[in-house]
């Protein structure tokens, strides 16, 4: 464990002015503070003492932080405003554009990107002056130059900043799931029909003393399925999974899309059922109680054991005749790999279609080297990315082809080889 060192604070008007700024700071990262919070965080200051880093980061934290989606802002935006003398350094680096052609060996996460637009609120940012060479041009990331709209739609939701995430979730509002209706061996009655209904002519001719005068036809009857959203909230999902939910209360107060009932599900080490929150039509208000609900927010990940409950305790209730079942994971399960198999291969067994969406997939080249994607992925019928507006939409037009396996033949030849 890292031992902290006694925090130098300044003296009590400067500590209020720097919790004040550090609070708007925070929100403008999308942390939900009001006035009331930030006189609050003073005065639990004052109570509890700054003699050390760490009590002063959780005193905070109580007083600021209400949601786990937010818990790596804070932390990101604490560090760098209270222990990191060269914040503004480093925040002017994570938002300065590629120089020299030089590219990012590894893009900023969503945390410390938000952060840095929140502290460098106001600053002007330029472009470096670089000694020009023989033989070398300056490249500038142009992308803002481009269609706001469309650069978001292949955009990883990792890298989003909080503008960013916002337009994307309007945008993933008016995204629609449709789904073909599914023709059941029942039949109707249809004058239009390409059938005939020998039963109901024969019952006819029966009322008319035996005389056949008209042929009876029939059609098919047309059912629709239910669709069944697994998500993994666990610490690498966390952020894809927020988007995801955002795209699944779109799904589920859509009129008209086809579905018969849309059940969400969220896992991580324990499984949760959150069908009732989406069906609420605020979208905030369905998120908010859908987060107070799973209790597993950025936890670790027991995929087998979590989808072993699903099987036992919902599969019957929900799936029925025809469910459509998207599972949204990484694959990195720290489970037996023998009962996530087993797991996998009856909720196989039960759906109409297994569709797994792994942001994993982002990456060029990505091979199926974890134990827990190796195991999960004969089991599926569709294997497709989903860290994108980009994606979703490709899964929207995809979703009623039977034929569609996505990227699942590419790596299951990579796993014989």
Partial sequence: MVEFQTLEIPE????????????????????????GRVIAAIEAVRV?????????????????????????????????????????????????????????????????KRAAEALLDGVQREIPDVPEQEGSEIEIDSS?????????????????????????KRMLARLKLPVQP?????????????????????????????????????????RWPNLIILCDISGSMSHYSRM????????????????????GFTFGTQLTNISRHIATRDVDAALAAAGSEAQDWEGGTRIGDCLHAFNRDWSRRVMGQGAVVLLIT????????????????RLHLSSRRLIWLNPLLRWDGFLPKAQGIRTMLPEVDSFRAGHSIATLEQLAKEISRPDDVGEKHRLMAALGE
């Fill in 12 to 35: 009590f008007p400067k500590l209020t002015h720097n919790i004040t700024w550090f609070a708007r700071a925070l929100r403008k990262a999308g942390l939900p503070i009001g006035s």
């Fill in 48 to 112: 509890a003492g700054f003699s050390k880093r760490e009590d002063f980061f959780w005193t905070l934290h109580a007083c600021f932080v209400s949601r786990p989606e937010h818990r790596a802002v804070f932390a990101q935006i604490f560090r760098l405003y209270w222990r990191d003398p060269k914040f503004l350094e480093h925040m002017m680096a994570m938002l300065m554009p590629a120089v020299g052609g030089v590219q990012e060996e590894r893009a900023a996460n969503a945390g410390a």
């Fill in 144 to 168: 803002l130059t481009t269609s706001t709209e469309e650069r978001l739609r292949t955009l990883d939701f990792e890298q989003m900043n909080t503008e960013e995430v916002a337009a994307a």
């Fill in 182 to 222: 599914i023709l059941s061996r029942r039949s109707k009655m249809d004058a239009m029909g390409r059938h005939a209904d020998w039963r109901r002519t024969m019952r006819q001719a029966m009322r008319q003393g035996g005389d056949l005068q008209k042929l009876a036809r029939k059609s098919p009857r047309i």
């Fill in 244 to 263: 995801v939910l955002h795209f699944l209360h779109a799904v589920a107060n859509q009129k008209g899309a086809g579905w018969a009932k849309v059940y």
């Fill in 330 to 345: 990484d694959g990195l399960d720290r489970g037996e790999p023998s009962q996530l198999g087993q797991a996998m291969r």
